[in-house]
């Protein structure tokens, strides 16, 4: 492939186009699309009265081609060196698609009708993403053509580059953190705020979105010990979270404890959860260690579903007590001689109380989550987690002992998703072993590793946009699934170890105290 | 205390290795090695490759169980350890033998100072209180880590490493890599130091130093290095006391001047003839096919 040999030399800016080549290139693409197109696209069943009948599309199929088509093209020209001619045609298209596109959206229902006829297929969010895709076509055109005979960044400088950008990010995340947090505590209380246009609109879905976002901080927070600092893939973890979850929800429906009495016991039967995981696991590491822990989470699930006369079964415990304020509970009628919240206090009865309450609940305990890390990382359990990360035998070699070292890792990561968890059943109310299959392990790796191994601010950040956004637009559910595998697989291309995975060292080597300011001379060793 | 704890003998050899073996499956990687390191002495291990060198470090330091023998140590205070009994990560601790590695095995994103610390695993361990007290920051534990960050300041000082004490190890230059390493495993105050071909890849310059770092460790701090080398102008200027092994064996055991002579290590290293022992027909056919060979 001459093409692959132009680029791989970098010389590819003076030289002639080698059309027949490019022609091929373009056209093998485009059939390859159009193959799959025909199998996925072309043909749908639609349900009709009688049956079910075939629906054709071919205007799609030939769209996917036609674009495929001229989609490498644009890819082979902007490699070639040749911006000018992708920029003229993609950025008319773009903003021809664009202009269409609104008008669909905002004219009357018949001249949208009409426009929408034009476009190239028949769904507003494949046009959407069709454009959008041309712009950044565009955009890297118009770069191309600024930064004429500027050689290519090597992958080595990104990453450098990246790692630069996050520790900076980092650095200000310092100052940011803080903000946040002030964010964090201040925000629900705007539920009280009378209504002005300056302030965002705190109501009931807001607080409870932001209730699951900072469930699934917490939970990466704690999987970041796991996976971040020790390095241990745990593909199994949401099963912690069933034990915390189940923990809480049986002592306190049989024997009618409070949420704070059961919250340490959940605890502490996770860890316990999480040690029975690590001993088999011991040897293992990478791939292998996945698979163990994918399946421990399943054992899990399945207990959860298959042993009824503990569990229920997938009947699911239902009358989960709420959580009460130092004894104070959240209901507008109180039985005989229980005081509640609003009575105490003197407020009238409101139900957003509760849900400010868990959103402080679960606030806290994310932030103690948060706290145990960032101290933990600086003791020596911290240190030996992150240098069995980097090599095991290295650590044998000065004498600490990774099976212990291990297990604490299991454990204490198991401890967090177990308070996670009877916070989740404290809130639900209801809990079935539904709630914790394979899916929800995904997530919490994926937030981890999109923030960025062993990074706090990173798992914020990838909480908040693969949760909360998806929340905020459930109308484009069935595309979330979609926009996630995007994410990853172009995190995966751009930035390998997650957003912000830049490492401070834990310690640093303090001035030397007065006296001989001797330096450590060169290399030599020094030795006199 | 445990079974590979006796007390210590007076004048006994700091490790006495008897009739070491070393067999995996049908290899037989040790067969029957004994020797004596002393301490304040740089005892050599030297062969041609495959000769077992490594794999007697790995015995040493825990990572095999010997198949038949004894690795007595003599710790100066805490007494006498039968290594081959004590589990892998004990006997660093424990025991005080420390180890480099033929391929480099630092904690690569870890920082330059972060390794030393971590070197010091055991004593700040004890010092937090198995974390607890460290959760709570007593004082206890910073001055332990303020200790351990001093003693992580000689080593850097020595090998000439404070200024980059808070760079990433793995972007070290590979020979200030290298003794990263030996300072690391010197954190672990160890009493015997085994060197897995510490000079491999190093410049003349570089191994100069080097050479100059380990007279100086044996010198100052008391101890014994176990050195494993390839490199003859490092190993004949600063062994005291070299040992030869080949295909598992001992070959040869004394002095660098003895060893240098001992026609055993020569008809090691350099074959033997052997033109001689071929039968006339053979060393023909041989001849005509290298001309065939040619063509």
Redesign the interface.
Known sequence: MTVADDVSTGRAAAKPLDVPAVFKECGLTALVVFGLAVGMVAFRTRDVPGGLEIATRFGSVAAVTVIAFFGRLAVVLLREGRPLPVLATVLPFAVVMLVALLAAQFFEPGTAAAVGAYLPFGDVVVNWIITIVAFGFAGQAAWALRHTGASKKSIKDRERAMDEFAARFQRTARLIGPVLLAVAIVFPLLAFAPETPFLPKVDRRTLDIAILVATYIMLGWGLNIVVGLAGLLDLGYVAFYAVGAYSYALLATHYDLSFWICLPFAGMMAASAGIILGFPVLRLRGDYLAIVTLGFGEMIRVILLNWYSFTNGPDGISGIPRPSFFGLDFVRNAPEGVETFHSFFGLSYSPIDRIIFLYYVILVLALLTNLFTLRIRKLPVGRAWEALREDEIACRSLGINPRNTKLTAFSIGAMFAGFAGSFFATRQGFISPESFTFIESAVILAIVVLGGFGSQIGVVLAAIILIGLPEFFRDLQQYRMLAFGAAMVLIMIWRPAGLLAHREPTIRLPEKPKGESRSGSSAAGAAP | MNAARRPATDNAPLLNVEHLTMRFGGLVAIDDVSFEAADKQITAIIGPNGAGKTTLFNCL???YKPSVGRLALNHPTAGKFLLERME???????AGV??T?QNI???????V??NL???Q??K??GA?A??FA??IGLPR?RNA?AEA?EL??YW????????R??W?AANLPY??QR?LEIA??MC?KPVLLCLDEPAAGLNP??S???N??L??IRDKHGIGLLLIEHDMNVVMEISDHIIVLDYGRKISDGSPEQVRNDPAVIRAYLGEEEDEDLPPEVAADLAAGTDQGGR
């Open positions: 330091t825990g990572f892998g990560y004990r006997i660093p601790w424990r420390a180890r590695f095995r630092l904690f690569g994103a870890m920082s100072l972060e610390i971590v070197a695993h055991n700040l361990m937090s198995f974390t460290g959760l534990y880590e960050v992580a300041r850097l000082d020595l090998v000439g490493l404070t200024d004490a808070d990433d020979g200030d003794r690391r495993a672990t310059r570089e100069d130093g080097l100059k770092l007279t100086y």
